[in-house]
């Protein structure tokens, strides 16, 4: 089974190492902040697949919060191409522009990679490979 990896968010130093050392020793790979700012940059990095977060830490709204992870009203539906051409953009910016370790992370091929990189215009990222 792929590890998880896990957002931490708790500003308590004990209990947070508790909880990552529990993730550790259950083949999660946790992503400790300390911060809500911090949290709220590490959560538009891609490849996150979980998220723990002490609700009474300072400075998180927790009614902005919870309406980001339960929008009130509908939230309208984007076209899958305008989210893909997205998530793909913010895996590259996250490898660098390395299009091997980007196919990767998508679980696509890099063949297949490149050949979206092409259709959504995305050249101009960097060409690491």
Not at 50 to 55: E, H, I, S
Request: charged share 25%.
């Amino acid at each position: 089974m792929k590890p998880s990896h896990i957002l931490v968010l708790d500003t308590d130093p004990s209990r947070r190492e508790a909880l990552v050392n529990a993730l550790k020793v259950s083949g999660n790979l946790p992503v400790v902040v300390g911060d809500p700012a911090e949290a709220a940059r590490a959560l538009a990095v891609p490849g996150l697949d979980l998220a723990v977060v002490a609700l009474a830490a300072p400075g998180l709204d927790q009614t902005l919060f919870r309406e980001a992870l339960a929008p009130s009203q509908p939230v309208e539906p984007e076209p899958l191409d305008d989210v893909e051409r997205r998530h793909i953009a913010r895996t590259l910016a996250y490898t660098r522009g390395n299009k091997r370790r980007a196919a990767h992370l998508l679980g696509i091929a890099r063949s297949t990679l490149l050949a979206k990189v092409r259709k959504f215009g995305l050249n101009g990222e960097a060409d690491g490979d």
